[in-house]
């Protein structure tokens, strides 16, 4: 949680420089646009569309709402969003460094914004010859460089549907994610480079293949990144370097309606499989690159730097779209943020004279762990702007980002939002918002946000509830692949009203200000190290070990990790002890290791000879959680089927 200490509130004025060249001048500016959303919803979304995308055919309707909540903005325009993110820079910009790609073992390469468009379009090129039409979907296995973003700028450039699977999820995560989406092709490479190690990855896509039943994929094209010799399938993989030779450097893009499907992301939700969240084109990359420009100040002489994977939203919208929207130069991390040591962020901001920098509270706490005073030793004088997302931060890492990688010059825009939001929704604006540490402030221009109440209405400030946006916006998710229903029961449940999109967190705005304070997730989702984790999941699992009867997942608060993994564990067999349930827990942290990536590891697993549970036979979870944190059990356990239990739970 996210408590304030009122002591410690300080509140934080922007720099005056930043003020003065900011995008929005100050918070009566603010104000005014907040109140031309108000007074005229589509026309404030319209103005900008016109304004930011290049469009191949106008748009007449802005949006249609005739079959809520699948709702549809600017659906009669057309629009390419690779073009959007190319061609039209190629003019002015041809020339201008699109990405600065920070390589694992500290070597760079500097890529024009004419050579990424010339490798899109080969590879595009490429991807035709498959025999690939719109609408097609695609699945990237791939670590993080310029060629998982030529990968996905290639698919938007075809109007093929991407899914880019994190490189860390594991390769029966790949089958569920491809039994889905059910993908003609995937993209991968040989092996990774990861903190100076080399990793394999495309054995996963081999072993994916042959444990996923639906035969969906027709080829595997494998970039060459390691060199390593790999297992290969003559009738089925395609090396990335042959496809593209002698490929043509232009392509033209095939125009699709602003609704067209962009990409679908696999993320997790309270229950079952991961949900497959559909984003549409136009109005996604609208708010990736007005973000850009509001929230991040985005200017051409700026060096942006998100640290997020491609593999999360974070960076589809801040790495892949928005800053390639807006014609910027934007540095791609191969590495990891302690390789070689503690200070590699610092050298590569110094080394690329980042002036952005857009990364996750938890690196921020890892990084004050292991050298807090290293930032003091490099020239961070190009930042003139910092940015936090993915979860609380708190007001000490809050604090630590702002005077020792900032200099107190730089102001800090905590951004929430999430998978389905496409872009921030909640957000500090550089030259408007006075900072407070630990809060994300205020939504940004347009987006109608509120807390309310388990009936839907908007409670008092001070008070928490459930945060919601009440109006659609047009970056918002459109739909849960194969999954309407779904869609619909999680995000707009029918106890609020049917029509209030949930997001599923707790929040609290506080009384004089109006600033909200996320106080985290209210469903069964953890949030580890920023990563996005069902407990549902981990417990589904855990259970698929032969030796597992069942399983209980819950969060405990984490100095580093924001939270981190606690599994309760009953065995078909002996509850285990000594020796031998410390050899168990490793092989079952391996096994989760194995069925959906190491990020889902348990932290901790107690083996117990039941769980408590109700009279009904419901896990009682506010229990666990209780007995995870060490927490004395105040609460009423009345309906307790088995009291006895929590005792040999304790530890
Ligand atoms: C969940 C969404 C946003 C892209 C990366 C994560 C939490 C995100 C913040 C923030 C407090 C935050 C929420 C949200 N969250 N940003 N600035 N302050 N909490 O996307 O995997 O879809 O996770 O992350 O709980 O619901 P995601």
């Not at 936090?388 to 929430?416: L, Q």
């Not at 896990?619 to 009345?638: K, P, V, W």
Request: aromatic share 10%.
């Amino acid at each position: 949680m996210n408590q304030l200490n009122k002591e410690e509130v300080r509140v934080f004025y922007p720099d005056q420089q930043t003020v003065s060249q900011a995008a929005i001048q100050g918070m009566q500016a603010y104000d005014a646009l907040c109140a031309e959303a108000e007074a005229d919803y589509e026309g404030f979304w319209a103005k900008l569309a016109r304004e930011l995308l290049s469009w191949h055919k106008p748009f007449k309707t802005v949006l249609d709402e005739s079959d809520a909540p699948f709702y549809q903005w600017f659906p009669d325009g057309e629009l390419n969003v690779s073009y959007n993110c190319l061609d039209r820079h190629l003019e002015k910009r041809g020339n201008k460094t699109a990405i600065l790609f920070e390589a694992d073992d500290g070597s760079s390469t500097a890529v024009s914004y004419r050579d990424l468009y010339q490798s899109v379009c080969k590879f595009a090129n490429g991807l035709k010859s498959l025999g690939l039409k719109t609408g097609d979907r695609v699945v990237i296995y791939m670590p993080m460089g310029v060629e998982v973003i030529v990968a996905m700028q290639a698919c938007a450039r075809l109007g093929l549907i991407h899914s880019v699977v994190f490189g860390g999820f594991s390769s029966k995560s790949l089958v569920e994610r491809i039994e889905d989406a059910q993908p003609r092709i995937i993209i991968t490479s040989d092996g990774q480079f990861r903190g100076g190690k080399q990793m394999p990855i495309k054995s996963a896509v081999d072993e994916a293949l042959q444990e996923e039943q639906s035969r969906c994929v027709e080829k595997v094209i494998v970039f060459k990144r390691t060199g390593e010799a790999i297992s290969w399938d003559d009738s089925r993989d395609i090396r990335w370097d042959d496809l593209v030779a002698n490929q043509p450097d232009s392509c033209e893009p095939a125009w699709v309606s602003a609704e067209h499907p962009l990409f679908l992301l696999y993320t997790s939700g309270s229950t079952g499989k991961p949900k497959g969240v559909q984003h549409a084109s136009a109005g996604y990359l609208l708010h990736a690159l007005n973000t850009m420009r509001w929230t991040f100040d985005i200017k051409d002489s700026d060096v942006f730097w998100c640290t997020a994977d491609v593999g999360w939203i974070t960076g589809h919208s801040y790495v892949a779209y928005g800053p390639l929207a807006a014609g910027a130069t934007q540095v791609v991390f191969e590495g990891i943020p302690t390789y070689p040591d503690a200070s590699r962020f610092w050298k590569v901001i110094e080394k690329h004279k980042v002036s952005i920098f857009y990364t996750a509270p938890t690196a921020i706490r890892t990084l004050i762990k292991l050298g807090g005073d290293l930032p003091a030793q490099h020239d961070l004088s190009s930042l003139r702007l910092l940015g936090s997302v993915g979860e609380p931060i708190n007001p000490e890492a809050w604090k630590w980002f702002y005077h020792e990688v900032g200099g107190g010059r730089c102001p800090i825009m905590d951004t929430f939002w999430q998978t389905e939001t496409g872009g921030h929704v909640i957000t500090p604006l550089p030259g408007v918002t006075p900072l407070v540490p630990g809060s994300c402030t205020l939504p940004f221009p347009g987006l109608d946000v509120a807390v309310v109440d388990e009936s839907g209405n908007e409670v008092e400030r001070g008070i928490g509830g459930f945060l919601v946006i009440r109006k659609p916006w047009p970056s918002m998710i459109r739909n849960i692949w194969n999954d309407p229903e779904r869609y619909k029961q999680s995000y707009f449940p029918e106890d609020l009203g049917g029509k209030l999109y949930l997001a599923g967190d707790g929040a609290i705005r506080d009384p004089e200000t109006g600033y909200f304070t996320i106080m985290g997730r209210i469903d069964d989702v953890l949030n580890v190290s920023g990563h996005r984790m069902g407990t549902m999941e981990i417990e589904s699992a855990l259970v698929a070990n032969p030796l597992v009867a069942e399983a209980a997942v819950v969060g405990k608060p984490h100095d580093i990790k924001g939270e981190s993994i606690v599994a309760y564990v009953v065995l078909k067999g002996e509850r285990p002890t000594g020796d031998a349930a410390k050899n168990l827990v490793e092989s079952l942290r391996a096994w989760v290791g194995k069925e959906i990536g190491p990020i889902a590891k348990p932290d901790e697993i107690r083996f117990g000879d039941n769980l408590p549970k109700t009279r009904s036979g419901k896990i009682m979870r506010r229990l666990l959680r209780a007995l995870a944190r060490g927490d004395d059990i105040t609460a009423d356990i009345s309906t307790l089927e088995n009291p006895a239990i929590l005792q040999q739970l304790k530890s």
